[in-house]
């Protein structure tokens, strides 16, 4: 009997248990093919870039690891990309920071880069079927310090506001390109190591930043804004709080970027999903997996992310809510890590999709809550892993552990012959 012959006859005995709790498998496929991932470019990396090759990672973030094979140019970081892309099922996007533009020498400031610098990205995003979203770069520069956007200085704080404007104009001319808007996502670090005399000064700054940012109207981007708890050396404040872009977010209605390392541990993100979505128009996820702090951990299929697909899938809101990923790993190898991440985060969308909803929703409103937990209790052991192979036999991607031989052989004849 052959692989696949085993496959689909799994398929076949999980699909029948799942109609008995009123679940359609196949339409839970279908769903699970149509979200697209947006791929960090940075995980290839280790968010180096191309603008300034060896310098050092400022901003309040690091990444650890010195595994061997990293991507060292354009090439090489594309060609990675296509590879773990060949492992994960479905179509997918690609998220790019600022600085990983087709520069090709030239030294170009970040308030100077222009769309004809990421032209060849939109080429070959077509050529892939790799639609692209962005991201702005306020770190690892001669002009970030601890402030960005809520600088005082006017000279730094307009040089990063120019900065910020042409990210937008590339991200329109990216999503004009492709059909579809590309997501522009906008991060800074800004804080302070110590509790600044006025919170509210830097806050305030900001928010004039950002309404000089978000002046000019766009058809072909969509802004984003993101928060997060704290940076490396910036512990006891951080200007563009969850508070402070919930506020300007649900105020602008620009769409809020939940990473879900940016907050407290025991907060849960899966609960500001259904608040988000009544007050702002879109979700951006950033899904990482934070172990202690914000150390982007490859994700895995955990609870916390299991808990985020199922609410967004409970709040019927797929189509309101773009799902990107953001880890960074150096010590393991990289094309693996963006492999298992990806499918990781998969699985979890394909299990919230084959939740019993209906039923579960059933015995809720009859006030039947023993029955309502023991069947959330008992759809955690369906065969939603037969499904999954399926899934990915459909998409045409290997099944099971079957991609690990095929990294290795790529870190044998590729990666591991980077110097």
């Known amino acids: 009997m052959t692989k696949e012959t085993v496959i689909k006859q799994a398929f076949e005995i ?98 100077e880069v222009e769309p004809r610098h990421f032209a060849s990205w939109m080429e070959w995003g077509k050529e892939h079927n790799m639609k692209l979203d962005f991201n702005s770069t306020s770190f690892s520069h001669p002009k970030s310090g601890n402030l960005t956007l809520a600088n005082p200085d006017k000279a730094i704080r307009d040089f990063w506001i120019e900065h910020t404007k042409r990210c937008r104009w590339i991200s329109n001319e990216m999503g004009k390109a492709q059909g579809d808007p590309a997501m522009m996502n906008l991060w800074i670090h800004d804080g302070s190591k110590e509790v600044p005399a006025s919170r509210l000064r830097y806050r305030q700054i900001l928010e004039q930043s950002l309404d000089e940012i978000f002046a000019t109207k766009y058809d072909w981007m969509k802004d984003c804004i993101e928060a997060k708890l704290f940076g490396i050396g910036l512990e006891s404040y951080t200007v563009g709080s969850y508070d402070f872009y919930l506020g300007y977010g649900a105020k602008k209605q620009k769409i809020v970027t939940l990473d879900t390392g940016h907050f407290h541990l025991t907060e849960s993100i899966a609960d500001k999903v259904s608040a988000l979505l009544l007050f702002t128009p879109e979700i951006m996820l950033h899904v990482s997996r ?22 967004i899938i409970r709040c019927d809101a797929l189509d309101r809510v773009h799902v990107g990923l953001d880890y960074f790993d150096a010590t393991i190898n990289r094309i693996g890590a963006y492999v298992v991440g990806s499918r990781a985060t998969q699985k979890a969308f394909l299990l919230a999709l084959l939740e019993p909803i209906q039923l579960l929703r059933q015995y809720e409103d009859e ?4 029955e309502r937990l023991a069947l959330q209790e008992e759809a955690k052991s369906l065969p939603w892993g037969a499904v999954w192979d399926m899934f990915c036999l459909q998409q045409g991607v290997p099944v099971g552990e079957s991609f690990i031989a095929e990294i290795e052989k790529y870190e044998a004849d590729v990666t591991s012959k980077r110097k």
Request: glycine share 10%.
């Open 367 to 370: 006030d039947k809550g023993f």
């Open 14 to 111: 999980a699909a029948e248990r799942y109609a008995a709790v009123g679940v359609d498998v196949n339409k839970a496929m279908e769903q699970l093919g149509k979200l697209s991932l947006s791929l960090h470019c940075w995980q290839a990396d280790d968010v180096t870039g191309f603008e300034n090759q060896g310098g050092s990672l400022t901003g309040g973030i690091q990444v650890t690891g010195n595994y061997p094979g990293r991507a060292r140019t354009i090439e090489e970081l594309r060609q990675d990309i296509l590879k773990a892309k060949s492992f994960i099922p479905g179509t997918h996007r690609l998220s790019l920071h600022e600085t990983y533009g087709d520069f090709q020498g030239e030294r170009v400031d970040r308030n």
């Open 290 to 311: 934070p172990i202690r702090w914000d150390s982007d951990h490859v994700v895995i299929l955990n609870d916390d992310v299991m808990d985020l697909a199922r609410e």
